[in-house]
T-cell receptor, first 113, second 112 residues
Framework: DVKVTQSSRYLVKRTGEKVFLECVQD?????MFWYRQDPGLGLRLIYF???????EKGDIPEGYSVSREKKERFSLILESASTNQTSMYLC????????????FGSGTQLSVL | GQNIDQPTEMTATEGAIVQINCTYQ??????LFWYQQHAGEAPTFLSY????GLEEKGRFSSFLSRSKGYSYLLLKELQMKDSASYLC?????????????FGAGTRLFVKA
């Protein structure tokens, strides 16, 4: 069964901490994405990657960075966590054809205190 | 820029038909997706449209008009388990990859 795995389901961090969210997919997908989901705002794209070491900013990249050193792994980094980054973070992957759907991980609920 | 609009909430009765609309503005259109998301779960794929017209898949159908920037998801014979959020998403094209942008979602409540 195809899988996108996010390392943590729940995470609690303190303001100013550096936070790493990890995502691994086993489908050999080229494209990987990080979204955050907030009530009333839906899924907002933070960053996406279309190949190893390639990345592109989404709509809300401020305060975040990403790393894609291997094809199967896409990491989201919060350099200095702030309370407004408390959110549900969803990782997704897809193949390269235009009709290929996104496969989502189960999400990480991050609370920054 | 890109913008996707859909109603925030809808309520319908078990056994009925409901239509969820989505309007969008985007550059480099490469298809429109509908996803279903139950509370506390990840979104799952429902449908994909890239050409104008209706795509039918069981109880669910999706329609696209590219000239109008408009799509709808039609759910027939509603069941209680259809209570969920329905997300409209548009795939554009940026340098080197496909960017998929989501609307805020429509929460559907199915009542007995």
């Amino acid at each position: 069964d195809v899988k996108v795995t996010q390392s943590s389901r729940y995470l609690v961090k303190r303001t100013g901490e550096k936070v790493f969210l990890e995502c691994v997919q086993d489908m050999d997908h080229e494209n990987m994405f990080w979204y955050r989901q907030d009530p009333g705002l839906g899924l907002r794209l933070i960053y996406f990657s279309y190949d190893v070491k390639m990345k592109e900013k989404g709509d809300i990249p401020e305060g975040y960075s990403v790393s894609r050193e291997k094809k199967e792994r896409f990491s989201l980094i919060l350099e200095s966590a702030s309370t407004n980054q408390t959110s549900m973070y969803l990782c997704a992957s897809s193949g390269t054809a235009t009709n290929e759907k996104l496969f989502f991980g189960s999400g990480t609920q991050l609370s920054v205190l | 820029g890109q913008n996707i609009d859909q109603p925030t909430e809808m309520t319908a009765t078990e056994g009925a038909i409901v239509q969820i609309n989505c309007t969008y503005q985007t550059s480099g259109f490469n298809g429109l997706f509908w996803y279903q998301q139950h509370a506390g779960e990840a979104p799952t794929f429902l449908s994909y449209n890239v050409l104008d017209g209706l795509e039918e898949k069981g109880r669910f159908s999706s329609f696209l008009s590219r000239s109008k920037g408009y799509s709808y998801l039609l759910l027939k014979e509603l069941q209680m388990k259809d209570s969920a959020s329905y997300l409209c998403a548009v795939r554009g094209r940026n340098t080197g990859g496909f960017k998929t942008i989501f609307g805020a979602g429509t929460r559907l409540f199915v009542k007995a």
